[in-house]
């Protein structure tokens, strides 16, 4: 055997050093996965019923940072569950609402505390003018029940075939 078998080796070198392109499998199955994601958020961003409530909420904020009076801001509460209503449900189920009847349809779809003597007194600072000693209290219940309408407003029939 010869004793400078190594030397009969070839000289040494670096590897390669990969290539970017074509990337591996995993990769590919990743962006194809990302773009699936992507285009997923997007869609469900600009889902008209999310979107309408997530104006809402934010006209709802901007209704509560100012500090208004006590039937301007009952006011503008009302003519926000009116318009968020209208776009929701059409104006065909709500346009022709006024009084309890409107009341009711927002306590039944969300706001169950307006029912009551809360939703009256709502409709009376927004209507009459008249502040009572009690409403200056109710400006912050009538804020939280608009958002609860907001939030949890949904279509009779689209939950379980109700009209």
Known sequence: MDKDWLAQ???EHAPLIPAWWPPAPGWWMLTVLLLALIFGVVLWWRQPRRRLRRIGLQELR?????DADIPQTAQTVQNLLR???LAAFGPDRVARLSGDAWLQFVAARGAASLGG???KSLLVASFGGKVTSQQPQDRDAW???AEQFLR???RQDQRGGHV
């Open 62 to 66: 901007r209704i509560r940072s100012v």
């Open 83 to 85: 318009r968020y209503a």
């Open 117 to 119: 003597n809360l939703g």
């Open 9 to 11: 080796l070839a000289p």
């Open 152 to 154: 949890h407003a949904v």
């Open 143 to 145: 804020c939280a029940a």
